[in-house]
């Protein structure tokens, strides 16, 4: 059967600290990444993009770094703020122009402790 | 701004019934897909559709089946369920230019098989 109610990491910070959140990808081929953000009760929402031409991509607040030698993503929120907290998730894709297939991480969850 | 929506929040059917999840998009966007997202497992894509009567198969398809007779409605559907298939299952949509940045995912339907 399927392994379901596996834990998800749980990552826990202060209001106003700065949160990293990890991710570890495995095809090599991957030239595409995604952060998504997921509140409780809601579908996943869009928060940054980046391409592997890239290795670091700023948008407001957060920050993606892209390391490729060793497949690893990370997602930096600056002063994190109680409405931060959620399940993010990390999805990759080998070629956005013709695949449709996003693969996703497992999640990490973020709760902020105000 | 209802975007991406859902047909019910919470569903509970008995095993070897048959299960209707429905979607509606009210965006115009070419490409549908059907995931399910059990913890620790991420989003796991069931079927994608890029067109009206086309469907192509994600990585589980396995016991399911859809159906996108209309371009805004997407169906998922269980033909006998099962417990393995208790889950949440998240509908989403994109258009075929616009990129992953504007792929919008529905609330979601939290599924109980007894």
């Known amino acids: 059967g399927e392994s379901v109610g596996l834990h998800l990491p749980t990552l826990s910070v202060q209001e106003g600290d700065n949160s990293i959140i990890n991710c570890a990808y495995s095809n090599s081929a991957s030239d595409y990444f995604i952060w998504y953000k997921q509140e409780s009760g809601k579908g996943p929402q869009f928060i940054i993009d980046?391409?592997?031409?890239?290795d670091k991509r700023q948008g407001q607040r957060v920050t993606v770094l892209l390391n490729k030698t060793v497949k690893h993503l990370s997602l930096q929120i600056a002063a994190t703020q109680p409405g931060d907290s959620a399940v993010y998730f990390c999805a990759e894709t080998p070629a956005p122009e013709y695949g449709n297939k996003l693969v996703f991480g497992a999640g990490t969850i973020l709760r902020v402790k105000s | 701004d209802v975007k991406v929506t859902q047909s019910s929040r919470y569903l509970v059917k008995r095993t070897g019934e048959k299960v209707f999840l429905e979607c509606v998009q009210d965006?115009?966007?070419?490409?549908m897909f059907w995931y399910r997202q059990d913890p620790g497992l991420g989003l796991r894509l069931i079927y994608f559709?890029?067109?009206?009567?086309?469907?192509e198969k994600g990585d589980i398809p396995e016991g399911y089946s859809v159906s996108r007779e209309k371009k805004e409605r997407f169906s998922l559907i269980l033909e006998s369920a099962s417990t393995n298939q208790t889950s949440m299952y998240l509908c989403a949509s994109r258009g075929e230019t616009s990129g992953y940045r504007t792929q919008y995912f529905g609330p979601g339907t939290r599924l109980t098989v007894l």
């Open positions: 559709s890029y067109d009206v009567k086309m469907k």
């Open positions: 980046i391409r592997s031409n890239m």
């Open positions: 965006m115009d966007h070419e490409n």
